[in-house]
């Protein structure tokens, strides 16, 4: 059984830092691609960040750039979501996913599994 569980959301202020995990399980880890997402109510579910599975290539949203930094460990089966310099228009519920083969890593379509999302809050 596949999981990916993300912990490390909160409220925060404007400008602070928050670190988020993803650990996978049931998944042959350094296979995949990890992506984050984030979704607010009644919006599309929005792309982030994602990584290789080595770890040696990331892309990220235009609006988080400078400032969101991802990585993993294929060790601990985890990828992390360094988020600093955060904004009142980060707030959202953030995911990650797995994906095997994605046509697109920015894509959410593209990813096999996903995590239950943890809740960011960043107050002005």
């Known amino acids: 059984q596949v999981q990916l569980v993300e912990s490390g959301g909160g409220l925060v202020q404007a400008g602070g830092s928050l670190r988020l995990s993803c650990v996978a399980s049931?998944?042959?880890?350094?296979?995949?691609?990890m992506g984050w997402f984030r979704q607010t109510p009644g919006k599309e579910r929005e792309f982030v960040a994602v990584i290789n599975w080595s770890g040696g290539t990331t892309f990220y949203e235009d609006s988080v750039k400078g400032r969101f930094t991802i990585s993993r460990d294929n060790v601990k089966n985890t990828v992390i979501l360094q988020m600093n310099s955060l904004k009142p228009a980060d707030t959202s519920v953030y995911y990650c996913?797995?994906?095997?083969?994605?046509?697109?890593?920015?894509?959410?379509?593209?990813?096999?599994?996903w995590g239950q999302g943890t809740q960011v809050t960043v107050s002005s």
């Open positions: 049931g998944v042959t880890f350094n296979r995949y691609t």
């Open positions: 996913a797995a994906a095997l083969l994605p046509s697109s890593g920015r894509d959410p379509g593209s990813y096999d599994y």
